[in-house]
């Protein structure tokens, strides 16, 4: 008889008492802002919650992002005076070298364990969101040179690089769409505070799911286990689940956050960029880059690949750009070896797109969009999914396992994984598809569903169905949101032997 599982009950509580303290800074800080008519009194408002907020993380590291801020903001004035190229790689370089110092420097430290100096770089610790800030800092000075009107005042930068929903973990922003943000006069709308506290519901329940995917329901079961069993002992079927289901563990996580950060902005009428729309429908590789972490990839495209692009008008050349950019997209979160080959898979993958592209245009396949959509998926799904291997895995050792067990049909005969691991990947899969397909239907029967009310109607009163749907499909969020996240929570804390654990967002570690 299966022993009864017990729910860890300080842990719940320490869950409920950081979202309640989280919520009541919320609110009272939208009260407090309500209150200021004055712009500039606002912005002081929002950067003193924001060093306030990123305090908590630590005061040497708010006392880096202060340094960095003014730094940048001396960088861009100087920028100003004169904008020579000169002066630009001056900023970039410093920018580069102070990120390098807390991120890259500490793997040289772990490398060199055996050297007493050189092993203690080992213990410098990077600051939460530093790589995130410091690519908004250098999207500021670029944007001078390319000629952008850009005179924020110095409150206005801090404001720009601290800004607490986003100086943790993105999305990127520009001071081009948050200046004039910043600047606009104060408007209470219930609409924009019901809009974003619907979306923070629906972040918090995508991070569940993270959880749940990454934990398992018991011990053992999740993704994390799965990529701590020994790699010789996985099979083919084990690669693909492990695969797919970190896929989906971190899109939860990072878009459960963006969702998040996203819908706290928003209740202070301040519109961020998207970070994902839907990727995993993507039909191409290209497609997939312009959904997933749209505001790192979209700046990697603006100031990596098209600035390598242009220097050269050779199709070759071209195409090394692509590479060289997904490299240093990989090399952005994290200097090691499989996180550059990461990108450089990324990057191959691109290039075999515009490949494909141009051969099909120069024979002009005769290949039905009914057939190839389908297919074009397939590979996109399969392709991005193993790269997760890399992005993953503990060591290169482990990641050429995986993929020779992948490429073996021999090794799908035989499974080393729990039985509810394949369940859990399986739902959460299918999951998530049949959740975009209702969202889809939702979405287009919210634009049609009034002009098809009129032709189901009787003596010019919509039929109850058609009402009914058309408020669900209008309020979806109202309804959806408490039942998944019910569920999220019930399948966590009950189903889960050892109760919840409070785990830091994962792209924090970037």
């Known amino acids: 008889m299966r022993a009864c599982r017990i729910v860890n009950v300080s842990s719940i509580f320490s869950m409920i008492r950081q979202i309640l303290i989280y919520t009541f800074a919320l609110v009272l800080l939208r009260l407090i802002s309500n209150r200021i008519k004055s712009f500039k009194a606002k912005e002081g408002l929002f950067l003193a919650a924001s060093y306030l907020f990123y305090f908590t993380w630590g005061a040497w590291f708010l006392a880096i992002l202060i340094f960095s801020s003014l730094m940048n903001y001396a960088l861009g004035s100087y920028l100003r005076r004169q904008t020579t190229p000169s002066r630009l790689w001056l900023g970039i370089a410093l920018n580069i070298v102070f990120l390098s110092f807390f991120k890259y420097l500490p793997s040289a430290g772990i490398v060199f364990v055996a050297n007493p100096v050189v092993a203690r770089l080992a213990y410098i610790v990077l600051p939460v969101g530093m790589s995130f800030w410091t690519f908004q800092a250098l999207s500021y000075l670029l944007d001078i040179y390319r000629g952008e009107e850009l005179d924020p005042t110095l409150l206005e930068f801090c404001l720009y690089m601290a800004f607490w929903p986003t100086v943790l973990s993105g999305p990127i ?16 709308s219930w609409r924009e505070i019901g809009a974003g506290t619907q979306r923070m519901l629906m972040g918090v329940m995508m991070m569940v799911l993270s959880q749940i995917m990454a934990d398992g329901l018991a011990p053992g079961q999740g993704v994390d286990a799965g990529f701590d069993t020994a790699a010789k002992l996985l099979s083919g079927t084990d690669a693909w689940c492990l695969a797919i289901g970190y896929g989906f563990q971190l899109f939860f996580n990072f878009a459960g956050y963006s969702h998040l950060v996203i819908g706290a902005a928003q209740v202070f009428n301040i519109q961020l960029h998207e970070n994902f729309k839907r990727p995993y429908l993507s039909t191409t590789p290209s497609m997939f880059w ?17 600035p390598l692009a242009t220097l050269r008008s050779e199709l070759w050349w071209r195409n090394f750009s692509l590479v060289i950019a997904m490299f240093v997209f990989g090399l952005w979160h994290k200097g090691s070896v499989l996180y550059m080959v990461w990108g450089i898979y990324h990057g191959l993958l691109l290039v075999l797109h515009r490949q494909w592209q141009r051969l099909e245009g120069r024979w002009k396949l005769p290949v039905p969009e009914l057939f190839l959509a389908p297919l074009s998926w ?13 992005f993953r895995a503990e060591s290169g050792h482990q990641a050429a396992t995986l993929f020779r067990a992948v490429l073996s049909p021999a090794s799908y005969l035989h499974h080393s994984l729990p039985a509810n691991f394949y369940r859990l990947c399986i739902v959460a899969m299918l999951g998530y598809f049949a959740v975009v397909g209702i969202a889809a239907f939702l979405d287009r029967y919210a634009l049609v569903g009034g002009a098809k009310a009129s032709d189901n109607s009787v003596a010019g009163a919509p039929r109850r169905s058609t009402r009914v749907l058309e408020l669900l499909a209008r309020e979806r969020l109202v309804w959806s949101i408490p039942i998944v996240l019910v569920l999220s929570m019930y399948f966590f804390l009950v189903l889960h032997p050892e109760g919840p654990q409070v785990a830091p967002m994962m792209y924090q570690i970037f």
């Open 173 to 188: 922003c520009r001071l081009t769409s948050m200046l004039p943000q910043f600047r606009q006069a104060e408007v209470f």
């Open 290 to 306: 312009t959904r997933w972490h749209m505001s790192l990839s979209f700046w990697i495209r603006d100031y990596v690949f098209f």
């Open 378 to 390: 397939c590979f996109t799904f399969a392709a991005v999914s193993l790269g997760w291997i890399f």
